[in-house]
Protein backbone atom coordinates (compact mmCIF):
# COMPACT_ATOMS: atom_id res chain seq x y z
CA UNK A 1 0.00 0.00 0.00
CA UNK A 2 2.89 2.43 0.73
CA UNK A 3 2.47 5.14 -1.46
CA UNK A 4 6.30 6.85 -1.78
CA UNK A 5 9.02 4.93 0.09
CA UNK A 6 12.75 5.35 0.95
CA UNK A 7 15.43 3.28 2.26
CA UNK A 8 17.28 3.57 4.40
CA UNK A 9 14.93 5.25 7.60
CA UNK A 10 17.90 5.54 9.70
CA UNK A 11 21.70 6.42 8.34
CA UNK A 12 24.63 7.38 10.67
CA UNK A 13 27.77 7.49 9.00
CA UNK A 14 31.12 8.97 9.55
CA UNK A 15 32.31 12.04 7.80
CA UNK A 16 33.99 11.28 4.18
CA UNK A 17 31.88 8.41 3.86
CA UNK A 18 30.05 7.90 0.27
CA UNK A 19 26.33 6.91 0.99
CA UNK A 20 23.24 6.12 -1.13
CA UNK A 21 19.73 6.75 -0.15
CA UNK A 22 16.51 5.23 -1.99
CA UNK A 23 13.29 6.24 -3.58
CA UNK A 24 10.39 4.19 -4.99
CA UNK A 25 6.85 5.50 -5.64
CA UNK A 26 3.75 3.40 -7.08
CA UNK A 27 1.31 5.91 -7.85
CA UNK A 28 2.38 6.14 -11.37
CA UNK A 29 3.92 9.79 -10.98
CA UNK A 30 5.93 11.32 -13.72
CA UNK A 31 7.60 13.64 -11.56
CA UNK A 32 9.77 13.01 -8.38
CA UNK A 33 11.69 15.23 -6.32
CA UNK A 34 14.21 14.87 -2.92
CA UNK A 35 13.97 18.10 -0.13
CA UNK A 36 16.60 18.86 2.55
CA UNK A 37 14.73 19.43 5.96
CA UNK A 38 16.80 21.15 8.04
CA UNK A 39 17.03 21.26 12.13
CA UNK A 40 14.60 24.29 12.08
CA UNK A 41 11.95 22.37 10.06
CA UNK A 42 12.74 24.13 7.25
CA UNK A 43 11.92 22.22 3.63
CA UNK A 44 14.05 22.79 0.72
CA UNK A 45 13.54 21.71 -2.70
CA UNK A 46 17.26 19.79 -4.13
CA UNK A 47 15.97 17.80 -7.05
CA UNK A 48 13.12 17.41 -9.31
CA UNK A 49 13.26 14.68 -11.96
CA UNK A 50 10.64 13.90 -14.73
CA UNK A 51 10.74 10.94 -16.59
CA UNK A 52 13.65 10.06 -15.95
CA UNK A 53 14.90 13.82 -17.09
CA UNK A 54 16.10 16.44 -14.45
CA UNK A 55 14.48 19.13 -14.48
CA UNK A 56 15.06 21.10 -11.31
CA UNK A 57 18.96 21.29 -9.59
CA UNK A 58 18.70 23.66 -7.07
CA UNK A 59 21.84 25.22 -5.08
CA UNK A 60 23.06 21.85 -4.15
CA UNK A 61 26.75 20.81 -3.67
CA UNK A 62 28.46 18.81 -6.33
CA UNK A 63 29.12 15.95 -3.88
CA UNK A 64 24.44 15.08 -4.44
CA UNK A 65 23.93 13.23 -7.35
CA UNK A 66 20.52 12.10 -8.30
CA UNK A 67 20.02 9.58 -10.42
CA UNK A 68 16.45 8.02 -11.93
CA UNK A 69 16.92 4.80 -13.56
CA UNK A 70 13.11 4.72 -14.72
CA UNK A 71 10.67 7.16 -13.61
CA UNK A 72 9.14 5.39 -10.49
CA UNK A 73 12.59 5.50 -9.01
CA UNK A 74 14.73 8.03 -7.52
CA UNK A 75 18.15 7.64 -5.43
CA UNK A 76 20.26 9.85 -4.13
CA UNK A 77 24.08 9.57 -4.04
CA UNK A 78 25.86 11.91 -1.87
CA UNK A 79 30.00 11.83 -1.81
CA UNK A 80 32.39 12.85 0.62
CA UNK A 81 29.68 13.45 3.58
CA UNK A 82 29.76 16.40 5.84
CA UNK A 83 29.01 17.10 9.43
CA UNK A 84 26.56 20.05 7.78
CA UNK A 85 24.86 17.08 5.47
CA UNK A 86 23.44 15.68 8.24
CA UNK A 87 18.96 16.31 8.16
CA UNK A 88 16.17 14.57 7.42
CA UNK A 89 15.63 13.79 2.98
CA UNK A 90 12.11 13.63 2.24
CA UNK A 91 11.66 12.04 -1.60
CA UNK A 92 8.10 13.38 -3.05
CA UNK A 93 5.98 12.37 -6.14
CA UNK A 94 3.76 14.13 -8.10
CA UNK A 95 1.30 13.69 -11.33
CA UNK A 96 0.46 16.41 -13.88
CA UNK A 97 -3.17 16.35 -13.68
CA UNK A 98 -2.86 16.75 -9.71
CA UNK A 99 -1.47 20.57 -10.13
CA UNK A 100 1.89 20.23 -7.98
CA UNK A 101 -0.05 18.33 -5.27
CA UNK A 102 3.11 16.45 -4.43
CA UNK A 103 3.15 13.64 -1.97
CA UNK A 104 5.93 12.42 0.82
CA UNK A 105 7.66 9.82 1.49
CA UNK A 106 8.33 9.16 5.59
CA UNK A 107 12.08 10.79 4.99
CA UNK A 108 15.57 9.12 5.99
CA UNK A 109 16.83 10.33 8.76
CA UNK A 110 21.11 10.88 8.21
CA UNK A 111 23.57 11.66 11.00
CA UNK A 112 27.27 12.13 10.01
CA UNK A 113 29.69 12.07 12.63
CA UNK B 1 12.58 33.89 -5.33
CA UNK B 2 9.83 33.60 -3.69
CA UNK B 3 9.19 33.69 -0.67
CA UNK B 4 6.10 32.85 1.96
CA UNK B 5 5.76 34.11 5.52
CA UNK B 6 3.79 32.14 7.62
CA UNK B 7 2.25 32.60 10.79
CA UNK B 8 2.45 31.97 13.64
CA UNK B 9 5.42 30.19 14.16
CA UNK B 10 3.36 28.05 16.71
CA UNK B 11 0.34 27.86 18.69
CA UNK B 12 -0.18 26.24 22.47
CA UNK B 13 -3.95 26.15 22.52
CA UNK B 14 -6.24 23.80 24.58
CA UNK B 15 -8.24 21.12 23.24
CA UNK B 16 -11.77 22.07 21.60
CA UNK B 17 -10.32 25.42 20.67
CA UNK B 18 -10.66 26.57 16.91
CA UNK B 19 -7.22 27.30 15.22
CA UNK B 20 -6.23 29.52 12.43
CA UNK B 21 -2.85 29.97 10.58
CA UNK B 22 -1.94 31.77 7.54
CA UNK B 23 0.45 32.21 4.64
CA UNK B 24 1.44 35.21 2.70
CA UNK B 25 3.48 35.45 -0.56
CA UNK B 26 5.54 38.44 -2.20
CA UNK B 27 4.55 37.04 -5.71
CA UNK B 28 1.35 35.59 -7.13
CA UNK B 29 0.92 32.04 -6.87
CA UNK B 30 -1.04 29.25 -9.18
CA UNK B 31 -1.31 26.73 -6.34
CA UNK B 32 -1.58 26.70 -2.27
CA UNK B 33 -1.45 23.01 -0.43
CA UNK B 34 -1.40 22.82 3.06
CA UNK B 35 0.49 19.66 4.98
CA UNK B 36 0.36 18.32 8.57
CA UNK B 37 4.11 16.48 9.42
CA UNK B 38 3.88 15.00 12.96
CA UNK B 39 6.86 13.75 14.42
CA UNK B 40 9.20 10.99 12.49
CA UNK B 41 7.02 11.28 9.59
CA UNK B 42 6.87 12.83 6.43
CA UNK B 43 4.46 15.71 5.52
CA UNK B 44 1.28 14.68 5.04
CA UNK B 45 -1.31 16.34 2.59
CA UNK B 46 -4.37 18.28 4.00
CA UNK B 47 -5.75 20.44 1.53
CA UNK B 48 -4.57 21.46 -1.90
CA UNK B 49 -6.29 24.55 -3.64
CA UNK B 50 -6.04 25.35 -7.59
CA UNK B 51 -8.17 28.75 -7.61
CA UNK B 52 -8.34 31.77 -6.44
CA UNK B 53 -11.21 32.26 -3.88
CA UNK B 54 -11.48 28.67 -3.68
CA UNK B 55 -12.59 27.48 -0.11
CA UNK B 56 -11.94 23.99 0.12
CA UNK B 57 -12.91 21.63 3.86
CA UNK B 58 -11.15 18.38 4.55
CA UNK B 59 -13.21 17.26 7.89
CA UNK B 60 -12.42 19.92 10.53
CA UNK B 61 -10.17 21.24 8.63
CA UNK B 62 -10.95 24.30 5.96
CA UNK B 63 -8.62 26.23 3.61
CA UNK B 64 -8.98 29.04 1.82
CA UNK B 65 -7.04 30.62 -1.82
CA UNK B 66 -6.79 34.41 -0.92
CA UNK B 67 -8.27 36.40 -3.85
CA UNK B 68 -5.48 37.99 -4.65
CA UNK B 69 -3.31 34.76 -4.86
CA UNK B 70 -0.68 35.94 -2.46
CA UNK B 71 -1.91 34.21 0.36
CA UNK B 72 -4.21 31.47 2.16
CA UNK B 73 -5.39 30.61 5.32
CA UNK B 74 -5.69 27.05 7.16
CA UNK B 75 -8.54 26.72 9.97
CA UNK B 76 -8.99 23.60 12.28
CA UNK B 77 -12.36 23.97 14.26
CA UNK B 78 -12.91 21.96 17.50
CA UNK B 79 -9.15 20.92 18.03
CA UNK B 80 -7.86 17.48 19.23
CA UNK B 81 -4.81 16.11 21.33
CA UNK B 82 -4.28 14.18 17.51
CA UNK B 83 -3.58 18.20 15.41
CA UNK B 84 -0.45 18.47 16.70
CA UNK B 85 1.92 18.82 14.45
CA UNK B 86 3.94 21.03 12.27
CA UNK B 87 1.41 22.54 9.51
CA UNK B 88 3.15 23.83 6.23
CA UNK B 89 1.72 26.16 3.90
CA UNK B 90 3.23 25.28 0.22
CA UNK B 91 2.53 27.30 -3.00
CA UNK B 92 3.48 27.24 -6.71
CA UNK B 93 3.67 30.36 -8.91
CA UNK B 94 4.50 31.48 -12.80
CA UNK B 95 6.81 28.93 -15.09
CA UNK B 96 8.43 27.72 -11.84
CA UNK B 97 7.50 24.02 -11.11
CA UNK B 98 8.59 24.01 -7.89
CA UNK B 99 6.69 24.20 -4.76
CA UNK B 100 8.07 26.85 -1.65
CA UNK B 101 7.30 25.91 2.26
CA UNK B 102 6.49 27.98 4.67
CA UNK B 103 8.35 27.77 7.64
CA UNK B 104 5.60 25.98 9.24
CA UNK B 105 3.46 26.49 12.19
CA UNK B 106 3.72 23.97 15.62
CA UNK B 107 0.53 23.07 16.83
CA UNK B 108 0.26 22.24 20.88
CA UNK B 109 -2.99 21.06 21.91
CA UNK B 110 -3.49 20.33 25.62
CA UNK B 111 -6.19 17.08 26.54
Known amino acids: DTAVSQTPKYLVTQMGNDKSIKCEQNLGHDTMYWYKQDSKKFLKIMFS???????INETVPNRFSPKSPDKAHLNLHINSLELGDSAVYFC????????????FGPGTRLLVL | GQQLNQSPQSMFIQEGEDVSMNCTSS?????WLWYKQEPGEGPVLLIALYKAGELTSNGRLTAQFGITRKDSFLNISASIPSDVGIYFCAGQGGSNYKLTFGKGTLLTVNP
Open chain 2, 27 to 31: SIFNT
Open chain 1, 92 to 103: ASRTWTEGETQY
Open chain 1, 49 to 55: YNNKELI
